[in-house]
Nanobody, 115 residues
Framework: QVQLVESGGDLVQPGGSLRLSCAASGSIYRLNTMAWYRQAPGKERELVAAISRQGIANYAASVKGRFTISRDNGKNTVYLQMNSLKPEDTAVYYC?????????WGQGTRVTVSS
């Protein structure tokens, strides 16, 4: 069974950094675009960043210049390096990936930015 497992969420002070990881496992014969979404309390889920298998990345305007998405195709893993974190970055972060031509979602990891 294919699954995505995120890790790395934590409580961090404003201005701090975190690195999220998401590993895909199971019977995978095609792993295409991988992405991170987030959902803050009372808000809709929004795209944070996405990366193609070839490494082409795009970002939401609100995180551009602060967050970096990357992937290791050999490990079927995507990362999100988050720097200069702000309280408004507080949310549950979800990993998603196109695996075997189906969109899969992880269970989410919570990021809280607060002093």
């Amino acid at each position: 069974q294919v699954q995505l497992v995120e890790s790395g969420g934590d409580l961090v002070q404003p201005g701090g950094s975190l690195r999220l990881s998401c590993a895909a496992s199971g019977s995978i014969y095609r792993l295409n675009t991988m992405a991170w979404y987030r959902q803050a309390p009372g808000k809709e889920r929004e795209l944070v960043a996405a990366i193609s298998r070839q490494g082409i990345a795009n970002y939401a305007a609100s995180v551009k210049g602060r967050f970096t998405i990357s992937r290791d195709n050999g490990k079927n893993t995507v990362y999100l390096q988050m720097n200069s974190l702000k309280p408004e970055d507080t949310a549950v972060y979800y990993c998603t990936a196109n695996i075997n031509d189906l969109t899969r979602w992880g269970q989410g990891t919570r990021v809280t930015v607060s002093s």
